[in-house]
Antibody, heavy 115, light 107 residues
Framework: QVQLQESGPGLVKPSETLSLTCTVS????????WSWIRQPPGKGLEWIGY???????KYSPSLTSRVTISIDTSKNQFSLKLTSVTAADTAIYYC?????????WGQGTLVTVSS | DIQMTQSPSYLSASVRDSVTITCRAS??????LNWYQQKPGKAPNLLIY???TLQSGVPSRFSGSGFGTDFTLTISSLQAEDFATYYC?????????FGQGTRLEIK
């Protein structure tokens, strides 16, 4: 079955760029929409954005100036980059499949922003 | 952004009870409403989409209803594994916003 796995640094310094990758196994990134959602520790869920392999992209307006989602079909992965991070960006970052609802999620990865 | 407000934020119930969680949107979202269950340390799990369609593999004791701005998630005959946090999410328009969550605990 299709599985998603996030990877990337668990610690990022303030003002630097957060970079995460989601590896898709058992399926192709050339189908479906692929999304990122985050959750500050102990808090609720925040939608970051989604992308389709053809290039359709939607970002949260609150993050659009700092966020980039991309797909690498050769590696069957999709990625998240968030620039100029602050402590407010500390969260568990989830990758997920879907554009309207999210039936498939990665396990999540905690990213802490701290010097 | 569309604001999603869940009530209650906290709910205490016993096994075999039935409970209802409500979710209200700040503007009409038709039936673009989804429900998730999240257990500690785990990713959310989609329970219901399109306000009332049960996701494959989800027990039939979970049900959803509503249209427009007001929605409900009902869990009939609670089981031990149902004690978790529940979130609603609108997918009518981006950004897809979530409710603040309802924590369901064992009484």
């Amino acid at each position: 079955q299709v599985q998603l796995q996030e990877s990337g640094p668990g610690l990022v310094k303030p003002s630097e760029t957060l970079s995460l990758t989601c590896t898709v196994s058992g399926g192709s990134v050339s189908s479906y929409y692929w999304s990122w959602i985050r959750q500050p520790p102990g808090k609720g869920l925040e939608w970051i954005g989604y992308m389709y392999h053809s290039g359709t992209i939607k970002y949260s307006p609150s993050l659009t100036s700092r966020v980039t989602i991309s797909i690498d079909t050769s590696k069957n992965q999709f990625s998240l980059k968030l620039t100029s991070v602050t402590a407010a960006d500390t969260a568990i970052y989830y990758c997920a499949r879907g554009d309207h609802n999210y039936p498939l999620w990665g396990q999540g990865t905690l990213v802490t922003v701290s010097s | 952004d569309i604001q999603m407000t869940q009530s209650p934020s906290y709910l205490s119930a016993s096994v075999r009870d039935s409970v209802t969680i409500t979710c209200r949107a700040s503007q009409t979202i038709s039936s673009y409403l989804n429900w998730y269950q999240q257990k500690p340390g785990k990713a959310p799990n989609l329970l219901i989409y399109g306000a009332s369609t049960l996701q494959s593999g989800v027990p039939s004791r979970f049900s959803g209803s509503g249209f427009g701005t007001d929605f409900t998630l009902t869990i009939s005959s609670l089981q031990a594994e149902d004690f978790a946090t529940y979130y609603c999410q609108q997918s009518y328009t981006t950004p897809h916003t979530f409710g603040q969550g309802t924590r369901l605990e064992i009484k």
